[in-house]
Structure formats: C-alpha cells, structure tokens
C-alpha cells in the first residue's frame, strides 16, 4: 500500500492511515506520519470520521424503521415540532437522500454565527429561524448536513435515548467496535485522540458528523455492513428517488457508484485539515478506509481510484 499511497501523491512524512479487509480475512494497513502532538499514527489512532457519520445515523434510522418506531413517510414537524411550518411538509426518507429543499448549509452557518462549536441544537436553532425551504421537498437533490442532524434528533426521539447511546447498544457494542462513539463535547475533541488544526476544531453536531473512531473499527464497520451483520444492509443499499420517481446515487447515508463493473458504496469525509474516505465492494467482499489528518486537498480520489483497482485485480 506504501507504493499507491505515494502514487496518489503522499509524501511518506504526510500523516495517513489506509486499511484494506477482505470478507473474514485480517484487515491489512499503512499507516506514516505523526500527528499534531507528534504522536504516531496507527490504525488504533482516535480520529474524526466526518462525514462517514452519516451512515451510521443511517444505520440508526435503518433499525427504528425495521422495529416499527420510525416511518419514512412520517413529517419531520412530528419529530421536531418546534420547526417552523415548513417541517410539515419534508418526509424522513427525504432527509436520508438530501432531498428534502433544507436551506443550504452557508445559510445555516451564517445564522449560526454566534455558535462557535457548531452543536446539534445550534443547527436546529438556526433552522427555526429559516422562514422557507429553498424549494419544493421531493423535488431536487442538495446534499445537506443539516438534514443529518434532524434525522439524529428524529432518531433520538423515536428510540427514546439520546443517540450516542442507541449507536452504542445497537451498533458499536455488537460489532465490536470497542473505539467508536458520538462525541458532543464539551471538548473539541475526545481523550486521546488526534487533535485537528486548533483554529478548526472538529464540529460537535452528531448525526451530520459527531462520530470519532479508529480506522481498525472503520474495517470493522464496513465488512459489518458487507456481510449484513445488522440486518439493514438491503435497505441501507436502497438508493433515494425523487418525488417524481427519478433515481438519484445517493442511498442511506452512501453514495452509490461502480467501478469496472462492480457495485461500489462510498462516501467521503472532510473537515479543514482532514480528508477521509470509505468504500465498500460487497460482490468481492472488499473494503477500504483511510484518512490524512493534515490534508487539505483531493488527492483522495485519486487514491481510492488506485486501491478500488488493486482489489478488483485481485478479485474475490
């Protein structure tokens, strides 16, 4: 992996860690660098998964929609009633696809102003003084962060504990995934764990984001999902539709691509001086991890393209 990681142009003293697993196979990793307390990087290293969160909310919703506690069709006002009207008329399945015409996350961030720290309450705070969607829900696809932290709170709500401890009973603790937790602070970051740049420090809204965890336990996640340990990984795999039936690539918190004929669910991560990706290849039973804790740039797609055809060529 050292070789490809410097193809995607990564010097060897840039910190990364990548992971690679196959089925039941032990999960293979590289990992260089140093991070901001000049600790070394491994793949047990605490980190800030970003958006890969989303999938894990994701998964939350998954299993209170199989119990029967959560309806996709349900309106998200009935689940967060102080929401200004407009909530009537945004369904949950809407949220999950980043369809459901939520004011764009700029906006939201400029009437967020005075909280520094970016919580979950903070972005519904700023959602209730959005007079208006910026359309019509169903009708168009817009990547929203702030619909995740709804379905979050949504979440919450049906299971009736906070969220970080329904991902715990029902997700972390089965798959052993002993690292993993949604962190609302009060600290940027939690014990332990590679800090990010102190002029931008990880946000602590949970569902859009909120997640830290170690790239062993994000192995551990996508074959999880893989090998459909959870039970939800058809319905997780579903991806969204628009109102007027138009298929979209986005399924529940993953896109949806493929590379050289197989099927690929991926989604990405990012933060000021942090790039993290995730990819999954269910049919060869393959998945792939990484992050770079001081990076800035794109070269991460670049890199997945590198390791998606090193295990295709490898096969199942």
Known sequence: ???????????????????????????????????????????????????????????CVALL?????????????????????????IRIRQLLHHTAALPADRDIDTRM????????????????????????????????????????????????????????DRLFAPLSMN??????????APPGAAPLAPEHPAPLSLGDGGVWTTTRDLLRWSQSLN????????LMHTPGRLDDGTPIDYAW????RSHAGHRVYRHGGGWPGLRAMQARLPDLGW????????DD????????DLLLDEVVAEGG
């Open 65 to 89: 929609v199989q119990q029967g506690a959560l309806d996709l069709e349900s309106a998200l006002s009935r689940w967060l009633p102080h929401l200004p009207p407009w909530a009537d008329d």
């Open 253 to 256: 918190g993953i896109g949806v």
């Open 287 to 294: 998945s792939i991890v990484f992050v770079a804790i001081a």
């Open 113 to 168: 102003a005075g909280d520094a720290d970016r919580t979950s309450e903070g972005v519904i705070q700023a959602l209730t003084r959005s007079p208006a969607l910026r359309g019509r829900p169903g009708g168009d696809y817009a990547y929203s962060n702030a619909g995740y932290v709804c379905l979050a709170a949504a979440a919450a709500r049906a299971a009736g504990q906070p969220i970080p401890d329904f991902a715990r």
């Open 1 to 59: 992996m050292k070789a490809i990681v410097a193809e995607a142009g990564y010097r060897d003293d840039e910190p990364i860690v990548v992971g690679l697993r196959q089925h039941d196979n032990a999960p293979a990793f590289h990992a260089q660098g140093l991070t901001a307390r000049s600790e070394t990087l491994s793949a047990t290293t605490p980190i800030y998964a970003a958006s890969l969160s989303k999938q894990i909310t994701a998964a």
């Open 227 to 234: 090998a459909d340990a959870l039970g939800v990984s058809a």
């Open 179 to 188: 690292d993993t937790f949604f962190w609302a602070g009060p600290a940027p």
């Open 297 to 304: 740039s794109e070269r991460r797609t670049v890199l997945l």
